[in-house]
Each structure stands twice: as structure tokens, then as C-alpha cells.
T-cell receptor, first 110, second 114 residues
Framework: EDQVTQSPEALRLQEGESSSLNCSYT??????LFWYRQDPGKGPEFLFT???AGEEKEKERLKATLTKKESFLHITAPKPEDSATYLC???????????FGKGTMLLVSP | DGGITQSPKYLFRKEGQNVTLSCEQN?????MYWYRQDPGQGLRLIYY???????QKGDIAEGYSVSREKKESFPLTVTSAQKNPTAFYLC?????????????FGQGTRLTVV
């Protein structure tokens, strides 16, 4: 059974204080690992897909990395508008469905 | 403007009633999905469909039903058999094969039992 564990559950940062979110996964093979951002009361917004260990992708202040067992979402010099819940999901080979973690709620204070 | 439209945004259901949540997409995606989100929980898969007139149960299908008569539409019915239907429901779509199989989500329907 595919499993995704995200840590920490919640993270509070000061504006400009860089940090990382963790996503550990167990899946029989990996078709893709996905990061989403979700604002309160809204649907998740797609951020990145990572396919193989060693891969990295960046978007503004966010950088996602992937190893064989986990992925990190690095947030550099965050701003209050980065406050959201960040969701990680995995996709197994031959399937289009996603298995999600419970998310990390990020709060960035000015 | 391509995307996924869910309606209504808020829905109230009385005990014993069936209600249907709408999901329409104009992204020309083959695959569509319904997820349920509860506070402190990850998204859990209810049903999915990879092609018109075919669908499969997800992890928590009991008390729900779906249809896929058109490529663009994947409505979800929450039946009276669903014991705890109050939740945030999310519809998504994606391509089914090849690269770039990320799912795109609608804005959700919040269902409350009154």
C-alpha cells in the first residue's frame, strides 16, 4: 500500500526565514511525486512534478528535490503570501490516481 | 479559459437525502477523480474514471455513486447511505497516459449535513 508522510504538520516562520518541508513516501515504484499548494477553502494548486531521484525543480522562492525515499520543499526567504498548506502526493506506475499526505500548514509572519 | 468547475460551492443536505455535486472540465482530459478532504486528513479518493462510461471505486466509495456519460462531466452523488457526509469535496482531472500526468483541481464543494 502506498504511503505518504509529511512533516512537520505545521510550521511557523518569520518573513525571510528559510526552511524545508519533508515528504517521506513508500510506493512500489514511483511514476511521479507531486507538490501542491492549498489555500483555505480552495482546491489544491499544482506546483511541481518530480520523476526520479536527484531531480530538482524551482519556482520563485520554492525548490523541490527528490531522493529514493523522500522529497523536500525548500522555501527561501518566504513572504506572508507563501502561507498555505503544502500537499505532497505520489503516483504509482500504471496508475493515474494520487496518494496524498496530510499536508504541512505553513504560516509566515511579517 | 480552461479549467475545472465545481458547483455548488456550498451545499446543505438534510438527513436521508441524496445530493449531487457537479464537476465539469474543458481541459480535454480523459481521467477525472473525486476526492474527499476532512480537517487534518489528506485527500482520500472516492471514485475515478479513466474513460467515458467506465469508472472505478477508490478507497472510500461506500455511500457514493458516480456516472461518466460525457468526457467533460463527472457528477458525484452522496447517498443517504453515507453516514458522515460533511466534508470538503474536490474534483480533479488529468491526462491518463504519458508524461505530465499531474491532476488539476476544481475549487471544491463544501457539503454540510443539517
Amino acid at each position: 500500500e502506498d504511503q505518504v508522510t509529511q512533516s512537520p504538520e505545521a510550521l511557523r516562520l518569520q518573513e525571510g526565514e528559510s526552511s524545508s518541508l519533508n515528504c517521506s513516501y513508500t510506493v512500489s515504484g514511483l511514476r511521479g511525486l507531486f507538490w501542491y499548494r492549498q489555500d483555505p477553502g480552495k482546491g489544491p494548486e499544482f506546483l511541481f512534478t518530480l520523476y526520479s531521484a536527484g531531480e530538482e525543480k524551482e519556482k520563485e522562492r520554492l525548490k523541490a528535490t527528490l531522493t529514493k525515499k523522500e522529497s523536500f520543499l525548500h522555501i527561501t526567504a518566504p513572504k506572508p503570501e507563501d502561507s498555505a498548506t503544502y500537499l505532497c502526493a505520489v503516483q504509482a506506475p500504471g496508475y493515474s490516481t494520487l496518494t496524498f499526505g496530510k499536508g504541512t500548514m505553513l504560516l509566515v509572519s511579517p | 479559459d480552461g479549467g475545472i468547475t465545481q458547483s455548488p460551492k456550498y451545499l446543505f443536505r438534510k438527513e436521508g437525502q441524496n445530493v449531487t455535486l457537479s464537476c465539469e472540465q474543458n481541459l480535454n482530459h480523459d481521467a477525472m477523480y473525486w476526492y474527499r478532504q476532512d480537517p487534518g486528513q489528506g485527500l482520500r479518493l472516492i471514485y475515478y474514471s479513466q474513460i467515458v462510461n467506465d469508472f472505478q471505486k477508490g478507497d472510500i466509495a461506500e455511500g457514493y455513486s458516480v456516472s461518466r456519460e460525457k468526457k467533460e462531466s463527472f457528477p458525484l452523488t452522496v447517498t443517504s447511505a453515507q453516514k458522515n457526509p460533511t466534508a470538503f469535496y474536490l474534483c480533479a482531472s488529468s491526462i491518463d497516459q504519458g508524461p505530465d500526468t499531474e491532476a488539476f483541481f476544481g475549487q471544491g464543494t463544501r457539503l454540510t449535513v443539517v
